[in-house]
């Protein structure tokens, strides 16, 4: 990842200009919000905004995913949280009208789907909306939500380094017995263990 100067200097009327270049429109097809790999991954910030949105508890939005670690205790720690699941995709995601219900709320990810910077470059992934025209304005709106995007990930991971206490890791016991921790940037959570980690 690069650092927080680097990220900083990037200039979103440039990345606005690219985007547009590519174009995109949504058609509102969920193919991102649903399917075995529609996982996800949120930080700290964004559960909280989508929580107060809600007034769900934190533990109704969130799991940790189920890939982790064990330690030697029987405890399962992993890096991540990740927005609940229900059938074939996020819980979030209405099929029958095509819409998100959490749309005001959403997490940053889905804010600049298809786009995404992998360091400075900019990066798309599969979508039906490519191609399409676009405005200026909604270019301009998602570079600055991609940079927004990757100064949070360089910030969440600098705080997690910094709190991370670390562990000896182990096979996955025959009968855990411990807790599920999720390391984030604001520190260690511990939580029962969950829906079948492994
Ligand atoms: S939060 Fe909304 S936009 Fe994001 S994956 Fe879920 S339904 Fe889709």
Redesign the pocket.
């Known amino acids: 990842m690069i650092d927080l100067k680097r990220a900083s200097g990037i200039s979103v009327e440039a990345l606005a200009e690219r985007i547009k270049a590519i174009g995109f429109r949504c058609q509102r097809c969920g193919d ?2 649903s399917g075995p790999d ?1 996982e ?1 991954l949120v930080f700290p910030s964004e559960v909280r905004r989508i929580v107060s949105h809600t007034n769900q508890p934190w533990q109704e939005v969130v799991e940790p995913p189920a890939t982790g670690v064990w330690d030697r205790e029987g405890n399962f720690h992993t890096l991540e949280w990740m ?1 609940r699941r229900r059938g074939n995709g ?1 819980a ?2 209405d099929a029958a009208s095509g819409s ?4 005001p709320a ?2 940053d990810i ?1 804010r600049t789907y298809p786009f995404y910077l992998d360091g400075d470059e900019l990066r798309v992934s599969e979508c039906r909306g490519l191609g399409m025209e676009m405005d200026d304005n909604e270019a301009l709106q998602i570079a600055q939500e991609l940079k927004r995007r990757l100064i949070s990930e360089i910030l969440e991971e600098r705080g997690a380094r910094s709190r991370f206490s670390g562990f000896a890791a182990a096979d996955r016991p025959e009968r855990p017995t411990g807790v599920c921790i999720v390391h984030d940037g604001e520190g260690a959570h511990r939580l029962p263990l969950g829906r079948g980690e492994h």
């Open positions: 991102c919000c529609a996800v927005l996020c979030y995601y998100c219900r959490i749309y959403r997490p889905c």
